[in-house]
């Protein structure tokens, strides 16, 4: 059971920053910060900042959005098993939110919070592909709640699969996990769950009703089980991320069973991430597989899984998600990099060098030493035992 211990100096580091945050939220408690900031975004995007509050809980700080008078929505990772959380009115002042047990496997969990005063909610639409998006978050270095630039619908939530998320390039950052995403007229159409170089990711605000359905105390069993696994997973993964090196066998079993447990499709990336560094690539592949099941427009996902293939020089098995990748994000460099190696390797000629003139288009100065490993490309290296 030592694998399981959650007294690392990561979780010490997150609690310090819990600590931290909520003080600097007390001192900054002052009737000017009650006025929001100046906001250069479209008025109804700017006005629904009014409905998004930072928070505190398992993550240190995230974000929630008000969906009724007293009750709020937030991601479920920045809670994990917390039945309590701290919610920061505008000017500072803290209060007390009650998280609503749920068995929903989706990244969503709702607050309840009685101490809320009177202000607006934000109703629900769903995204359009040509709309642009906007993440109301919280800005930690800016003590405030933000409404970021605008970016765009990269994918729709892929039809006949429940968990699927929205894909779309509205810039976030830490803090924001929970927060709102907007559409130009202050609609609600996801809560912000993860993402990174580009590429971010809400659950659709569309999901409020699958998630109302299994909410409540019929499923507190459950809904304790699945915080636990987040907690347990989160601190796993932190763990290692201090600790470095290679994973042992009980090691490896733990992240993945826990992460997989936690039904959270972000947690199954970052463990999947883990457990291929520290060379358990067999259980990182499942879990890379068990995301893009849920949620095959997944780029970071798919990025990941080809990533660990890599990494065990399985690049037959690279191969399938590699033109998935070149239609959908044939613009980034390692996309390109792995194409031109594994499609080298593998036979896929025709694959490495449509990549190779992509490469030569977007980073010329990377494509004399790609026209050489075309041209005298060096042995194949062996495909790696797990």
Not at 126 to 152: K, N
Not at 220 to 225: D, F, V
Not at 260 to 268: A, D, I, T, V
Request: net charge negative.
């Amino acid at each position: 059971m030592a694998a399981f211990a959650i007294s690392s100096r990561a979780v010490a580091a997150r609690r310090l920053l819990s600590f931290a945050v909520v003080v600097l939220a007390l001192l900054g408690a002052t009737p000017a910060a009650a006025q929001l900031a100046a906001c250069d975004q479209p008025e109804a995007v700017c006005d629904s900042r009014s409905a998004v509050f930072a928070i505190s809980a398992f993550d240190p700080v995230g974000s929630a959005v008000r969906i009724g008078p007293n009750r709020l929505v937030t991601a479920r990772h920045v809670v994990a098993d917390e039945k309590d959380v701290t919610l920061f009115l505008a000017d500072g002042t803290p209060i007390t939110a009650q998280v609503i047990p749920s068995g929903y496997r989706a990244d969503l969990v709702f607050l309840e919070a009685g101490g809320l005063p009177p202000g607006p909610s934000l109703a629900v639409s769903e995204a359009q592909p040509d709309s642009a998006l906007f993440t109301v978050g919280a800005d930690v270095g800016r003590q405030q709640i933000r409404a970021y630039d605008a970016g765009a619908v990269t994918a729709l939530p892929a039809q006949d699969h429940s968990l699927a998320r929205l894909h779309h390039t509205a810039y976030s950052q830490p803090g924001n996990s929970g927060g709102a995403l907007v559409n130009a007229e202050g609609y609600l159409v996801g809560i912000v769950a993860s993402g990174g170089e580009g590429r971010f990711e809400a659950v659709p605000a569309t999901a409020l009703a699958a998630l109302e359905a299994k909410s409540g105390p019929d499923f507190a069993e459950e809904s304790a089980e699945i915080g636990a696994a987040i907690r347990i997973c989160t601190t796993l993964i932190e763990n290692h991320q201090v600790t470095r090196g290679r994973l042992d066998a009980q090691q490896a079993k733990a992240i993945a069973t826990a992460c997989g447990r936690s039904g959270n499709r972000q947690l199954f990336d970052l463990a999947g991430q883990t457990l291929g560094r520290g060379g358990a690539g067999e259980a990182a592949v499942a879990l890379f597989e068990r995301g893009l099941a849920e949620d095959p427009n997944a780029i970071n996902t798919r990025l990941g899984l080809v990533i660990t293939h890599h990494l065990l020089r399985d690049y037959e098995a690279e191969l399938p998600h590699l033109h998935w990748l070149m239609e959908r994000a044939g613009d980034d460099l390692q996309v390109l990099r792995f194409a031109i190696q594994a499609g080298t390797w593998a036979g896929d000629t025709a694959l490495a060098q449509r990549a190779f003139e992509r490469l030569k288009q977007i980073n010329p100065q990377t494509a004399p030493a790609a026209e050489r490993f075309l041209r005298e490309p060096p042995p194949r290296p062996p495909k790696l035992a797990n």
